[in-house]
């Protein structure tokens, strides 16, 4: 396995522009804005005086928050599709395919592409942090919380939650677009069906509320809990203020059970649930599809 | 099952889409390739050659039949086709980004058979080592092709299966190819699958060939057997319209080189002969000549009718139907 991910980085890595511009622009990106905004304070007096004061543990946390966005994880969904769909596109999946089993050609792509981003992350979370704490000391505005023992093991806590998120995150999207690209075998149609999806899902939130509007049946009203993305953002709010979204009934009632579904069990579970049964569809579809390219 | 066949297809057949919409393109082909020799795979386009072999290499998955390797069914032992096996896909295509080299080194890491030196090897052998450091997308047909080889031949495998190998290669580099792939079987013992439209290029490499169209192996055998026989008549007479009235009825005729060529044996000269004369036509010259491979097979496959057909009619000295058929081995 470690020479089919050595031979998956080599390609990854060869890549350099479309790695470069959709995945090292992260940590670069940070740099290039903590960069200027330190030399902005360095040399600009009124600059100074407008820095804002902001706390540590979110300058280090903030950042993850980009694979959230439509914004950042575009990015991702691009260099998802390029990736897979780049194997169609190229005509290279018939030079490797009869040398390998799909499955973990399959696997050493979704391994690389992941551990690549969360490096990336890492970077620019690091970056990030590091740098507003030189520019906070540039502008001498405070850069807190005190680093007590307690305050670093609750951002630990939340930075390990919130780069578990950003984890799953990206899996989901790497699915969405690794789907995208096996079924169209073009690198834009990849991204542009990921996109797609990625916009569409979270509209099961109100479609749900429709469809039970429309059949008169309140189940429906419940679909939305089925959202990668609403149960992200549970997560994440567990993450950030020890309690899940309070926009939704924290309850539903299932086979005549009541089930919490705002807790951070049940999101947890979904998300699991939506990340195994993702990589399923791709390995089952990948495993049936004719290599015509 | 024999011990030493290389290739098994048993009733093997791929149908593409579905409903009113499928495509036939492989049609239960059974099939053997024993080890040790250079079997050539011959069709028109779009007679399913190169469905056969992406099912032969696991990238396309029959609708019906099993492809046997070595007495093994890919489908529950794939481990053959990845240990024993090295393959060139119908125009080799690589990563643009990176390197010769570096293709190379993917593939072998890809396939757990990475080996720096016989990369090298390779690459010499193939021409490429001077190339080697420049990226793929640069690189022309010929030069991909080239690669190719070299990808398909890097796990050493028993096996090498080569779909239009020659391909963008110039003629110097058609005739190395030939020896190379000659050497192959001769000297290094492997078994060479390989499907070209250079009908003169397998006549020369190949020991046994099938000729495959519309999906179905219309003929098999030892080149030197399928040929056997197979002579023709040239004739050079005067007027051609006469031959033609004469023997058109008989045989399927072919204006070439200022004269009609027909498939007839040279037993047969004679009757032929005084055919002609009977008719008062004027004859300049009779040659009996082996009919090429080329020949053959666009009998075999129907093609030169097609081809009369489409070259008008007044060039069209023999209705498809009137056809004499070449008896089956």
């Known amino acids: 396995m470690i020479n089919i991910l050595r031979a998956e980085w080599l390609k990854i890595n060869g890549n350099k522009w479309t790695t470069g511009f959709l995945i090292w622009i992260f940590p670069v990106g940070a740099l290039a804005i903590v960069g200027f905004m330190s030399l902005f304070a360095l040399f600009s007096p009124s600059f100074r005086e407008n820095v804002h004061p902001m706390l540590w543990t979110d300058a280090f946390a903030t ?100 780069s578990g998120l950003t984890f799953i995150s990206v899996i989901i999207a790497s699915i969405y677009a690794a789907l995208a690209a096996l079924l169209m075998k ?11 999806i990625s916009v569409a899902e979270p509209l099961l939130i109100p479609a749900g509320l429709s469809f039970a509007r429309m059949f008169n049946n309140d189940a429906w009203k419940h679909l939305g809990r089925l959202s990668p993305h ?51 569809l791709v390995l089952y579809l990948f495993q049936r599809q004719d290599i015509t390219t | ?87 060139l896909v119908e125009g080799a295509r690589f990563y643009p980004f990176l390197s010769g080299r570096d293709n190379l080194e993917l593939i072998g890491r890809t396939g757990g058979f990475y080996d720096a030196q016989r990369i090298e090897t390779l690459l010499e052998q193939v021409g490429m080592a001077d190339r080697a450091a420049r990226q793929a997308g640069g690189y022309s047909t010929g030069m991909k092709q080239r690669l190719g080889l070299a990808a398909a031949l890097l796990s050493d495998p028993d096996l090498v299966i080569l779909d239009e ?81 004469v023997l058109g009825d008989h045989y399927s005729l072919t204006h070439e080189n200022n004269g009609i060529t027909l498939a007839a044996a040279k037993e047969e000269t004679p009757q032929i002969v005084r055919k ?11 040659r009996s000549q082996r009919q090429s491979l080329e020949a053959f097979f666009l009998e075999a496959t129907g093609e030169r009718a097609e081809e009369q057909g489409s070259r008008g009619a007044g060039e069209s000295v023999s209705p498809p139907s009137s056809k004499k058929e070449v008896s089956d081995d």
């Not at chain 1, 040398?99 to 990030?128: D, E, G, P, W, Y």
């Not at chain 1, 926009?247 to 979904?270: K, R």
């Open chain 1, 230 to 280: 609403l149960n992200i953002v549970n997560v994440s709010s567990w993450a950030k203020t020890d309690q899940g979204i309070a926009w939704l009934e924290p309850t539903v009632q299932l086979f005549n059970q009541t089930v919490s579904v705002n807790g951070l069990g049940f999101s947890i579970a979904v998300l699991a649930t939506w990340v195994v049964l993702g990589v399923g």
């Open chain 1, 63 to 162: 950042p993850w928050s980009f694979a959230n966005n439509l914004f950042g994880r575009t990015f991702l969904l691009g260099f998802t599709a390029v990736t897979f769909a780049g194997e169609y596109q190229w005509g290279t999946w018939k030079n490797i395919i009869p040398r390998q089993r799909r499955s973990l050609l399959l696997a050493a792509k979704f391994i690389n592409l992941i551990l690549l981003i969360l490096v990336a992350f890492i970077l620019m979370s690091l970056i990030f942090g590091f740098g507003y704490g030189l520019l906070s000391r540039i502008a001498d505005v405070p850069y807190g919380p005190e680093r007590t023992d307690a305050a670093i093991r609750d951002f630990l806590n939340d930075y390990a939650l919130q």
């Open chain 2, 165 to 245: 190998p020659t391909n963008g290669l110039d003629p110097a580099g058609i005739q190395e190819m030939r020896l190379f792939i000659r050497e192959l079987v001769d000297e290094q013992g492997k078994t060479v699958f390989l499907s070209s439209h250079l009908l003169s290029e397998v006549e020369q490499v190949c020991d046994r060939v099938a000729i495959i169209n519309k999906g179905e192996i219309i003929r098999e055998g030892r080149v030197a057997d399928l040929l056997a026989g197979q002579r023709q008549l040239h004739i050079e007479a005067e007027p051609l319209a006469g031959v033609t009235a």
């Open chain 2, 1 to 87: 099952m024999a011990s030493d066949s290389a290739i098994q297809l048993l009733d093997l057949s791929k149908t593409f889409g579905r409903r009113q919409k499928q495509v036939k393109a492989v049609r239960g082909i059974n099939l053997e390739v024993t080890a040790n020799q250079v079997y050539g795979f011959l069709g028109p386009n779009g007679a399913g050659k190169s469905t056969t072999i992406r099912m032969i290499l696991d990238l396309i998955r029959p609708s019906r039949g099993e492809v046997h390797l070595y007495g093994q069914p890919i489908k529950q032992n794939r481990t053959i086709l990845q240990k024993r096996v090295g393959g």
């Open chain 2, 276 to 286: 002609l004369v009977a008719n008062d036509i004027a004859i300049f010259q009779v």
């Open chain 1, 186 to 196: 073009s690198i834009l149609g990849g991204v542009i069906i990921g996109i797609g």
